[in-house]
T-cell receptor, first 113, second 116 residues
Framework: DAKTTQPPSMDCAEGRAANLPCNHS???????VYWYRQIHSQGPQYIIH???NNETNEMASLIITEDRKSSTLILPHATLRDTAVYYC??????????????FGKGITLSVRP | GAVVSQHPSWVICKSGTSVKIECRSL??????MFWYRQFPKQSLMLMAT?????????EQGVEKDKFLINHASLTLSTLTVTSAHPEDSSFYIC????????????FGSGTRLTVV
């Protein structure tokens, strides 16, 4: 699986958009970008994933650059409950034979009142 | 949606004893489950992949005789920490693979193990 690079931390004001960057310059053509988050002392929670098109769901939007070497997770209106560690993971689709999900260091998002 | 129940949520045990952690998929069948360990302020580290009806596959550096994994049914995997020592104190998290859900993986809420 391709390696990802994320800043260690960032913060944003409550109610504002949080834009979390991720670099994955070695991504392969069949690899997806997945985002999970982990609130303190809980198990990770799936947020969104995509291959090359931008994706949006009820939690967030995922913007993938045209060359697919980087992406941005957007939380449109951050709340205090969005304070968590966010993990950007690049891997082949979860239906593939290689089913392991490995985590990097992630980015700690702190939402301030 | 897919739910994974992990029990207990926290446990304190004496050094030298064994502790069993359960991971259940409540509304789906999970042929594959995963066990992670997380130390404070660190990321999740995959310990092993558990496949129903077969032996678990352990990651490099994880002692299979110390961390016993059993996946006897499609809805239950257990992790037993044998002869626990204080350095085994950690946050243990299980995950189940479900191809029918977005993202493909659902995680338990974790078990905080403290060995005294």
């Amino acid at each position: 699986d391709a390696k990802t690079t994320q800043p260690p931390s960032m913060d944003c004001a409550e109610g504002r958009a949080a834009n979390l960057p991720c670099n994955h310059s070695t991504i392969s053509g069949n690899e997806y970008v997945y985002w999970y988050r982990q609130i303190h002392s809980q198990g990770p929670q799936y947020i969104i994933h995509g291959l090359k098109n931008n994706e949006t769901n009820e939690m967030a939007s995922l913007i993938i650059t045209e060359d697919r070497k980087s992406s941005t997770l957007i939380l449109p209106h951050a709340t205090l409950r969005d304070t968590a560690v966010y993990y950007c993971i690049v891997r082949v689709g979860h239906t593939g034979a290689n089913s392991k999900l490995t985590f990097g260091k992630g980015i700690t998002l702190s939402v301030r009142p | 949606g897919a739910v994974v129940s992990q029990h207990p949520s926290w446990v304190i045990c004496k050094s030298g004893t064994s502790v069993k952690i359960e991971c259940r998929s409540l509304d789906f069948q999970a042929t594959t489950m995963f066990w992670y360990r997380q130390f404070p302020k660190q990321s999740l580290m995959l310990m092993a992949t558990s496949n129903e009806g077969s032996k678990a596959t352990y990651e490099q550096g994880v002692e299979k005789d110390k961390f016993l994994i059993n996946h006897a049914s499609l809805t239950l995997s257990t992790l037993t920490v044998t002869s626990a020592h204080p350095e085994d104190s950690s946050f243990y998290i299980c995950s189940a693979r479900d191809l029918d859900i977005s993202g493909g993986y659902t995680f338990g809420s974790g078990t905080r193990l403290t060995v005294v």
